[in-house]
């Protein structure tokens, strides 16, 4: 399977793996396109609001090289054989636990814990740390404040401006922020106002088991992941029988008949369905995921403020 934003152990929570292996016929190229079928479905919603390139970063399998801050793994290893022999550092799965190899098995043996440290249960999900805060245009500045952007660490060179009233008049475009910082990747103000920055990524020989680069837990956004999931789902199920779909799935797409509402352009599908949940969030009417937006906010449907107001003195 490609690096995707789902694999294979989320599914965990909402179907059997026989069941999921079963609608899907052993087959898990099947699931690989039911999945990024239902990615490409979340994104069509959110991509004019939010940052997908970040909301949907993939998560894959863990082996020992490196990774840059944020990155999403989880644990898995082949079976152990026997009859094999295994090189110091190699990984290997043995009653549903990924273990790592502290001794050269040069002689193949039955599994030996004493040759072995756990690293964690199969499917465990670790997240790279940042290093630092993470860039945020919204955010006051000091002299010497440190973030990371782009897989850099900066440290701020010039605070943070804020406009004044009059300044914010004479700009005329609704909806401005009094708040105004430079990105800094910015291509003509960017190195004066943060430096050149410094690259950092996860070191290939830091250890998953590493506080220091590594934490266990799972970074995607929650609801973005079980709202995926059942899309992914529901498109499987439609494959095998679109007139038989299980209830369930259907619940869970798009809800049920009745809590639809047609309207002249489309149709609103209920809150509580996948569909419902993407559209609220794309419409930004009363749901907001806590995914990344696009900096500078954009996009929204919704448009509002006018011109700055005037403040009169006499």
């Known amino acids: 399977m490609t690096d995707q934003f789902l694999f294979i152990g989320d599914y965990k929570k909402q179907i059997a793996s026989d069941n999921l292996l079963q609608i899907i016929s052993n ?12 990615v490409a479905e979340c994104k069509s919603y959110l991509r004019q609001k939010y940052d997908i390139s970040k909301s949907f970063n993939p998560i894959v399998k863990y082996t020992p090289v490196a990774y840059n801050a944020g990155q999403t793994v989880y644990l898995d290893a082949p079976a152990y054989i026997p009859t094999s022999t295994y090189a110091l550092n190699s990984y290997t799965l043995q009653n549903g636990n990924v273990y790592k190899c502290t001794t050269s098995i040069t002689i193949a043996e039955p599994f030996n814990i004493n040759h072995w440290t756990l690293v964690g249960v199969q499917y465990a999900i670790y ?14 500045y000091a002299v010497g404040d440190v973030v990371f952007y782009k897989n850099k ?19 005329n475009i609704a909806g401005t922020n009094q708040v105004q910082n430079i990105f800094p990747d910015d291509p003509m103000n960017g190195v004066k106002y943060w430096g050149n ?15 220091n680069y590594w934490a266990q837990g799972d970074n995607r956004d929650q609801k973005l992941l079980m709202t995926c999931i059942d899309i992914a789902l529901y498109h499987i199920h439609a494959r095998i029988s679109p007139r038989n779909i299980p209830e369930i799935r259907t619940h869970r797409y798009k809800g049920v008949h009745e809590d639809i509402i047609a309207t002249k352009s489309r149709l609103l599908y209920p809150t509580y369905s996948a ?12 749901i907001t995921p806590d995914i990344p937006q696009v900096q500078p906010l954009q996009g929204s449907r919704i448009r509002f403020g006018g011109n700055a107001k005037i403040k009169n003195q006499y």
């Open 27 to 38: 087959d898990y190229s099947i699931l690989d396109s039911a999945q990024l079928e239902a």
């Open 127 to 140: 997240n790279a740390v940042y290093p630092e805060q993470l860039f945020d245009y919204l955010q006051l």
């Open 197 to 211: 920055g410094v690259a950092y990524e996860v070191p290939n020989t830091a250890d998953i088991l590493n506080a």
């Open 275 to 286: 569909l419902g949940w993407l559209q609220s969030c794309a419409d930004g009417n009363d």
């Open 153 to 171: 660490v900066y440290t701020c060179q010039v605070q943070t401006q804020l406009l004044s009233h009059g300044d914010v008049l004479q700009i």
